[in-house]
Antibody, heavy 118, light 109 residues
Framework: EVQLVESGGGLVKPGGSLRLSCAAS????????MNWVRQAPGKGLEWVSSISSSSSYIYYADSVKGRFTISRDNAKNSLYLQMNSLRAEDTAVYYCARDPGDYDPPYWGQGTLVTVSS | EIVMTQSPATLSVSPGERATLSCRASQSVSSNLAWYQQKPGQAPRLLIYGASTRATGIPARFSGSGSGTEFTLTISSLQSEDFAVYYCQQYNNWPPENTFGQGTKLEIK
């Protein structure tokens, strides 16, 4: 069974940092591109960042470029999001999401809440 | 860049009736489209992928159709638990910038 479990969320002051983790299981992690998606309170879904299977390609939404860093450790089946210079508008539930394969679906975790407030 | 547009923003339907939700892509995404259901306080739940394949455990009353730029999610006979927000997502282009529609809220009439 595919599982994605996020951790690392919490309350942080503006300007602070936080590192999110996503532990993957039930599939060959090193074969799939991975993503972070967020959802601010009462808002829709927003793509944040993507990383290819071997970390060769990395992309960010303009809203987080230069502040967030996505990475992965295929040996540990883990995805990360280092978030620096956090702003109030970064407050959201952050989801780890696996890309679909040729014949298998996308998968999402249950999310971790990040609150940026003084 | 691809823009995904869902309509309507809000749909009011009575239990037992049919609901039809639309998603339009600004350029072709082939059949690389997924539909999600989201209830308050919960993560999005995958309903449909590949435009028309039901995810594991999804009831047969949910069906997806379309390809290219026009897609439809149909719920054949609404149950009380179906009232939620529905999102479409394209995954034809990578990275998936602007990958999500803005959502359709399905409410009880």
């Amino acid at each position: 069974e595919v599982q994605l479990v996020e951790s690392g969320g919490g309350l942080v002051k503006p300007g602070g940092s936080l590192r999110l983790s996503c532990a993957a299981s039930g599939f060959t992690f090193s074969s799939y591109s991975m993503n972070w998606v967020r959802q601010a309170p009462g808002k829709g879904l927003e793509w944040v960042s993507s990383i290819s299977s071997s970390s060769s390609y990395i992309y960010y939404a303009d809203s987080v470029k230069g502040r967030f860093t996505i990475s992965r450790d295929n040996a540990k089946n883990s995805l990360y999001l280092q978030m620096n210079s956090l702003r109030a508008e970064d407050t959201a539930v952050y989801y780890c999401a696996r890309d679909p394969g040729d014949y298998d679906p996308p998968y999402w975790g249950q999310g971790t809440l990040v609150t940026v407030s003084s | 860049e691809i823009v995904m547009t869902q309509s309507p923003a809000t749909l009011s339907v009575s239990p037992g009736e049919r609901a039809t939700l639309s998603c339009r892509a600004s350029q072709s995404v082939s059949s690389n489209l997924a539909w999600y259901q989201q209830k308050p306080g919960q993560a999005p739940r995958l309903l449909i992928y590949g435009a028309s394949t039901r995810a594991t455990g999804i009831p047969a009353r949910f069906s997806g159709s379309g390809s290219g730029t026009e897609f439809t999610l149909t719920i054949s006979s609404l149950q009380s638990e179906d009232f939620a927000v529905y999102y479409c997502q394209q995954y034809n282009n990578w990275p998936p910038e602007n990958t999500f529609g803005q959502g359709t809220k399905l409410e009880i009439k």
